[in-house]
C-alpha cells in the first residue's frame, strides 16, 4: 500500500529535470489511479511544459479513465499545443471516443502528423455513434482540406492524404452509401 508521503513524492518527482525520474513517477502513479491521482494529472493537462503534459497524458493512457477525454480534448485543440500534442493523441487510444468521431476528424485533417496518424488509429480500432449532421460536417472539413491543400499540414504527402481520405471515405462514403 502506497502512503500519502509515497504519493505526494511521485507528484513532485512528475517536475524533475531528470526524464527518467519524471517518467518513473507518471509510471507509478499510473499504477495507483485513484480520483485524486486522475484530478491532479488532468489538472496537469493545462500547463505550459510539452513534458509534463505528455507525462500526465501517458498516465493518464494506462488509467484508462474516461473522464480524461475532454480535458485531453482541450488540450490538444489550444493551440500552443499544437506542435506537441501526438501524445495526447495517443493517450485517447485507450479511451472510449465513441462520442467524439467529429474532433477525431479535426484531428485527422488539422493536427502534425504524429496526431494524424493517432487519431487514425483510433477511427479504425473503435466504434463510434454520430448524427448525420456529425458526418455533414467532417463532410465540409474534408472538401475545405482540398480546397486549401497548401493550408493543411501533410496534405501535399501522397501517403497522408491517402490516409486521410480512406478515414473520410470509411466513414462519410459508407454511411452515404447505406
Request: charge should be negative; glycine fraction near 2%; charged fraction near 30%.
Amino acid at each position: 500500500m502506497n502512503t500519502n508521503n509515497e504519493i505526494e513524492n511521485w507528484k513532485k518527482e512528475l517536475f524533475s529535470e531528470d526524464s527518467e525520474i519524471a517518467l518513473n513517477a507518471a509510471e507509478q502513479l499510473a499504477k495507483i489511479g485513484g480520483e485524486d491521482i486522475v484530478q491532479f494529472l488532468i489538472a496537469l493537462l493545462n500547463l505550459e511544459n510539452a513534458e509534463i503534459r505528455n507525462l500526465a497524458a501517458l498516465s493518464l493512457r494506462e488509467i484508462k479513465d474516461n473522464r480524461a477525454i475532454e480535458p485531453l480534448l482541450k488540450a490538444i485543440f489550444k493551440p500552443e499545443s499544437r506542435d506537441y500534442n501526438g501524445t495526447m493523441v495517443y493517450a485517447l487510444q485507450t479511451l472510449d471516443c465513441k462520442h467524439k468521431l467529429v474532433a477525431l476528424f479535426k484531428i485527422l485533417f488539422y493536427e502534425s502528423y504524429e496526431s494524424k496518424m493517432a487519431a487514425y488509429t483510433i477511427l479504425n480500432e473503435q466504434n463510434f455513434e454520430f448524427r448525420r449532421e456529425d458526418l455533414l460536417e467532417i463532410q465540409s472539413m474534408w472538401k475545405a482540406c482540398n480546397d486549401q491543400a497548401e493550408k493543411v499540414n501533410g496534405f501535399e504527402e501522397e501517403e497522408t492524404r491517402l490516409m486521410m481520405k480512406d478515414a473520410y471515405e470509411g466513414f462519410v462514403v459508407a454511411y452515404q452509401e447505406r
